[in-house]
C-alpha cells in the first residue's frame, strides 16, 4: 500500500493513540513509525483508518506490558511524560492529570478506556481496533471506570486553572504559608517524579500538613533561597501549566500540573526528571 497524503493525515490519530497508551512521547513516535512502516507491506485494506489503529493499538498494548515490568525498578514514582507545548495541543489528547490514573488500568481496559473516552469510538469500532468483542469491550470499560472511581480529574475552565496555577507558584515562591493553605485542599495529593536523577519525594504525601511541609521545605533549599527559578506558563496536553527554569544552570528544572475542584487544588502533579522534560515547541 502507498503512503498517500491521506495515510500521513491520520499520524495524530495514531500517535494520540500510543502516546496515550504508553504515557512516552518517542515511544509512541516509534511506534506510528512503525505502523506506517508495516502499512506499506498492507494488502486489500478496506478501512485505512481500523486497520492501522488495530496495529497501532495492539503495538501499544504489547510495549506496554514491557514497560510495565521495566518500571518495576524505577526509582521513586512514575509519572507520565507531559507533553509541553506553548499553545492548546490540537490533538485529541487524554488530560495529564487522566494519564497519570490510567497506570491503575491494564493495557486492555487502558486500551479502550481511550478510544472510548478520547474519541468516542463507538463499541464496534473499539471491538475492531482491540480485536476484542463489543460485550467485552463494555465490561472492559465498565471495569476502567470502576478502578479510577471519583479519582477522576473534573473539566475546570482553562482560565481558572491557569489562575490557580500562577498563585500557587507565586504563594511558593513567596513562601506564603497562609495563602497555600487557602488555595490546597485539606485531602490534597503530591506526586513527584525525579527518576532518580533529580531530587523529588520517592512516594506520594496525602494531606495538608504533609504537603505544606514538603513544599515549605522546597523554599528553603539555596536555589529557592537565592531566587534561581523562573516561572513559565506552557501547557501540558492542552491544558494549562507550568514550567520552572534554573536561571543559574540554564536548564529546565521541572514540571508543574494541578488540578482542582471548587473547594481549591485536589492534586500536584511535580516532573523533575530531566528525561520527561523537553518543550515541543520554541520558546520565546
Given at each position: 500500500?502507498?503512503?498517500?497524503?491521506?495515510?500521513?493525515?491520520?499520524?495524530?490519530?495514531?500517535?494520540?493513540?500510543?502516546?496515550n497508551?504508553?504515557?512516552?512521547?518517542?515511544?509512541?513516535?516509534?511506534?506510528?513509525?512503525?505502523?506506517?512502516?508495516?502499512?506499506?507491506?498492507?494488502?486489500?485494506?478496506?478501512?485505512?483508518?481500523?486497520?492501522?489503529?488495530?496495529?497501532?493499538?495492539?503495538?501499544?498494548?504489547?510495549?506496554?506490558?514491557?514497560?510495565?515490568?521495566?518500571?518495576?525498578n524505577?526509582?521513586?514514582?512514575w509519572?507520565?511524560?507531559?507533553?509541553?507545548?506553548?499553545?492548546?495541543?490540537?490533538?485529541?489528547?487524554?488530560?495529564?492529570?487522566?494519564?497519570?490514573?490510567?497506570?491503575?488500568l491494564?493495557?486492555?481496559?487502558?486500551?479502550?478506556?481511550?478510544?472510548?473516552?478520547?474519541?468516542?469510538?463507538?463499541?464496534?469500532?473499539?471491538?475492531?481496533?482491540?480485536?476484542?468483542?463489543?460485550?467485552?469491550?463494555?465490561?472492559?470499560?465498565?471495569?476502567?471506570?470502576e478502578?479510577?472511581?471519583?479519582?477522576?480529574?473534573?473539566?475546570?475552565?482553562?482560565?481558572?486553572?491557569?489562575?490557580?496555577?500562577?498563585?500557587?507558584?507565586?504563594?511558593l515562591?513567596?513562601?506564603?504559608?497562609?495563602?497555600?493553605?487557602?488555595?490546597?485542599?485539606?485531602?490534597?495529593?503530591?506526586?513527584?517524579?525525579?527518576?532518580?536523577?533529580?531530587?523529588?519525594?520517592?512516594?506520594?504525601?496525602?494531606?495538608?500538613?504533609?504537603?505544606?511541609?514538603?513544599?515549605m521545605?522546597?523554599?528553603?533549599?539555596?536555589?529557592?533561597?537565592?531566587?534561581?527559578?523562573?516561572?513559565?506558563?506552557?501547557?501540558?496536553?492542552?491544558?494549562?501549566?507550568?514550567?520552572?527554569?534554573?536561571?543559574?544552570?540554564?536548564?529546565?528544572?521541572?514540571?508543574?500540573?494541578?488540578?482542582?475542584?471548587?473547594?481549591?487544588?485536589?492534586?500536584?502533579?511535580?516532573?523533575?526528571?530531566?528525561?520527561?522534560?523537553?518543550?515541543?515547541?520554541?520558546?520565546?
Amino acid at each position: 500500500m502507498e503512503l498517500t497524503p491521506e495515510i500521513f493525515a491520520l499520524r495524530p490519530y495514531l500517535f494520540s493513540i500510543s502516546y496515550n497508551m504508553l504515557g512516552m512521547v518517542e515511544e509512541a513516535e516509534d511506534i506510528v513509525q512503525d505502523v506506517f512502516e508495516k502499512w506499506i507491506s498492507a494488502k486489500e485494506v478496506q478501512d485505512a483508518k481500523a486497520y492501522l489503529a488495530r496495529m497501532a493499538v495492539n503495538q501499544s498494548i504489547n510495549r506496554l506490558k514491557e514497560l510495565q515490568k521495566s518500571r518495576e525498578n524505577y526509582v521513586g514514582m512514575w509519572l507520565p511524560e507531559p507533553y509541553i507545548t506553548l499553545e492548546p495541543e490540537p490533538v485529541p489528547t487524554l488530560e495529564y492529570g487522566m494519564l497519570f490514573l490510567l497506570e491503575r488500568l491494564n493495557p486492555n481496559e487502558r486500551a479502550v478506556f481511550i478510544l472510548r473516552e478520547s474519541f468516542s469510538e463507538d463499541y464496534q469500532s473499539i471491538a475492531e481496533s482491540t480485536g476484542l468483542s463489543a460485550e467485552n469491550c463494555r465490561q472492559l470499560l465498565h471495569r476502567a471506570h470502576e478502578k479510577l472511581g471519583r479519582s477522576k480529574p473534573l473539566q475546570v475552565d482553562p482560565e481558572k486553572q491557569r489562575a490557580f496555577t500562577i498563585a500557587f507558584l507565586t504563594a511558593l515562591h513567596e513562601q506564603d504559608r497562609s495563602e497555600l493553605t487557602h488555595l490546597l485542599r485539606n485531602d490534597i495529593e503530591l506526586y513527584n517524579d525525579g527518576g532518580g536523577k533529580r531530587a523529588a519525594a520517592l512516594k506520594p504525601l496525602f494531606g495538608m500538613e504533609k504537603v505544606l511541609k514538603f513544599l515549605m521545605g522546597v523554599t528553603q533549599l539555596p536555589e529557592a533561597l537565592e531566587s534561581q527559578y523562573e516561572y513559565r506558563a506552557v501547557f501540558v496536553n492542552g491544558r494549562p501549566a507550568a514550567i520552572i527554569f534554573n536561571r543559574t544552570t540554564e536548564q529546565l528544572d521541572s514540571m508543574q500540573y494541578i488540578e482542582m475542584d471548587d473547594q481549591g487544588i485536589t492534586r500536584l502533579l511535580n516532573m523533575r526528571n530531566p528525561d520527561k522534560l523537553q518543550i515541543r515547541g520554541k520558546l520565546n
